[in-house]
């Protein structure tokens, strides 16, 4: 058990690099071409995988080899689930990678990722809003204490209009987007296999996206791209969407929810890392005392659910 625990934490931690290199590679990319694009295609082939795989587990299944649930259940989707496939496909994969990549394309790696890194804290608020959770005085110590660290890398010293500030609001979008789509998906994950609605929902998101960028892709001169674009974007697609995915319904059907979130704190702390030798982005102390209190803003939370949860 020790052994499958510790390999579980070591391929969390192969999925905290992947999603802090990400950042840069995309960034780097946008050196050469337009960011809608470049996610477009990157949106296609994790859908074109996707599917694959959701075909692969069912076959398997059907033939009656043991498939986990994670990969396929045998319930089929009524109508409600159909619609809310649609409604979560359009919300958290299309206006999502719409804000999500023209967000870091306008702004800084370490802003982008600090903003990213308190989802956590604006689920459990939009959940208790909607009467789904009840929150605690820790979570809004957490709330709060995100909220600061935000104010001091994304707020601190800048004003409206300044150049990060539409990528900053841009990257915020994409946080409601993605609880949203986490909230509205926990329903649907409890009778599907997170990968058939991971699958539908990147599927259904990417034919808009596709058609929304359309006009830019047929602008591009391919030709003139250097191989660096190409090799990104299918890298990306394969690690940073595919294989991230997967690590991380493995790891919660190992160890839990808790423990595999708490990996996703670290995200913005290997972005900035990563920025910072490749896109020689400087760490002021500003942004180390921003990620020190979104760290400890999300740690609060984490801590008034487990203590809820004992109670």
């Avoid at 991971?198 to 191989?227: C, E, H, K, N, Q």
Wanted: contains cysteine; glycine residues 8%; charged residues 10%.
């Amino acid at each position: 058990m020790q052994r499958n625990g510790l390999w579980v934490d070591a391929i969390l931690v192969v999925m905290v690099l992947i999603w802090g290199v990400n950042y840069s590679v995309i960034k780097r990319a946008f050196d050469e071409i337009p960011p809608q694009p470049y996610n477009a295609v990157r949106t296609l082939i994790a859908s074109v995988v996707f599917l694959i795989a959701m075909r692969a587990a069912a076959r398997a299944a059907r033939s009656g080899r043991t498939v986990s649930r994670i990969f396929y259940t045998d319930a089929r989707p009524t109508t409600s689930d159909k619609w809310r496939l649609l409604v979560l496909g359009l919300i958290g994969q299309f206006l999502y990678q719409i804000c999500f990549v023209g967000g870091v394309n306008g702004t800084s790696v370490s802003n982008s990722a600090l903003i990213i890194g308190a989802t956590p804290v604006v689920i459990a608020i939009a959940s208790a809003l909607l009467g789904r959770e009840r929150i605690t005085r820790l979570h809004w110590m957490g709330a709060a204490t995100s909220a600061f660290g935000i104010y001091l890398v994304v707020g601190h010293g800048a004003d409206f209009g300044g150049a990060h500030i539409r990528g900053d609001l841009l990257v915020m979008a994409s946080v409601s987007c993605w609880a949203v789509y986490s909230m509205g998906a926990a329903d649907l994950i409890e009778r599907h296999s997170p990968l058939y609605v991971t699958g539908m929902t990147f599927t259904i998101g990417a034919v808009p996206y596709t058609l929304f960028a359309l006009p830019a892709l047929a602008r591009l001169d391919w030709a003139a791209l250097s191989a660096y674009v190409y090799v990104s974007v299918v890298l990306s697609a394969l690690l940073a969407l595919v294989l991230c995915y997967l690590i991380w319904y493995t790891a919660i059907q190992a160890i839990g929810v808790a423990r595999t979130s708490l990996y996703s704190n670290l995200v913005p702390v290997a972005a900035m890392a990563v920025a910072a030798v490749w896109l020689n982005e400087p760490i002021t102390w500003i942004k180390v005392a921003g990620a020190t209190a979104v760290l400890s803003g999300l740690w609060l939370t984490r801590l008034g659910r487990q203590m809820r949860s004992t109670t």
